[in-house]
């Protein structure tokens, strides 16, 4: 670290996450460069300096700390020991490098909540000698690199299990109600801070979200253990930052934390328009030595994705729509891509109204024009 003020925010990766912090780090005073191997990545136009280079390359990370007074990230797939050897050295790196690599392994994840006496479903690895056991179906995830759906299978017999050759481990089939997620910001202070907590709903094709509800239609109990949870988690790890926790409500109404996001994540993005603070701002405020602010909700809201088609003259349109000037209940955000392969998340629409069924019925409305 340079000096106490944290005042240059170098983030490792540069896709729509880092994009949306530009904006806050700057009304805060702070100054963001970005390490990514894209030079026309979505945070390129908008961010005080980027640095073309690889955040899983070892010398190009190490460089890239030295010009910055905190690591953080838009992306967990950035290379485990580069940090742990950048936090000998005395780099500021928030979160800090044993909860990237813990966050990283799905597997060691799940043990890691597990040993910290959190709730998770049942899982394992997968192991020949005990095949026969198992009760199928099963949901099948990727250790490493998994997110928007991929690297989660659904596994129906042991046939179909033994033909994965990805380096894996297998869940128990939970019997969801509803999905659920937190986002949680702690400072340096020990301050804790919640966004309200949301439904998401995922499509069952592609296993990526398709809508997200602000606030969740949860009891008053739910609520409350899902932010004891969140606090006791980010308390236990000496957290730094803004954390997203998926959770499942299963249908006998018990909660299980299904994954972590050690970064700004999907189901937080409805606050930039429908919070006093957004999950963006709350960040920007905790990595880099500031506290963060209570999150009030200030109007209802529903969020969706958009993606680029398999018709590049339909991906154009799209483009077009998300360009549009938004009015005061309909926000559109362009992650300004350059290269949108077919499937590839190219922006999201948040929609506000004073009830969430309201933002829905909007929120349909809209959609339908993206597909």
Known sequence: MKKKELNIIGIAGGGQLAQMMVEPAKRLGKRIYILDPDKNCSASSSCDKLINGDFNNSQDLIEFSKMVDVLTFDIEKVDYESLKSLEKQKHVIRPRASVMGMIQDKLLQKRSLLELGFPVGNFSEINNDHNDELIFPLVWKARLGGYDGKGVVKILNKEQLMSITTLGYIEETVQIDKELAIM???????QVEFLPIVEIVMDEETNVLKLCRAPADIKLETETLIQQLAKGLVEKLNYIGILGIEFFQSKEGEILINELSPRPHNSGHFS??????????????????????????????VSFNVFAS????????????????????????????????????????????????GAEAIANRVLDQFI
Do not use: W
Not at 184 to 190: E, P
Not at 326 to 352: A, C, E, S
């Open 184 to 190: 949680v910001a702690r400072d340096m202070f020990g």
């Open 310 to 357: 398999d018709s590049e003259s339909r991906t154009e349109k799209i483009i077009e729509m998300l360009n549009k000037k938004n009015d005061n209940q309909v926000f559109m955000h362009n992650y300004l891509k350059k290269t949108n392969r077919p499937g590839r998340k190219i922006g999201h629409v948040t929609v506000l109204d004073k009830t969430v069924g």
């Open 272 to 301: 930039i328009e429908a919070c006093s603070v957004s999950q963006f701002e709350q960040h920007i405020r905790a990595v880099s030595g500031l506290s963060v602010l209570p999150s009030k909700l200030i109007f209802s809201s």
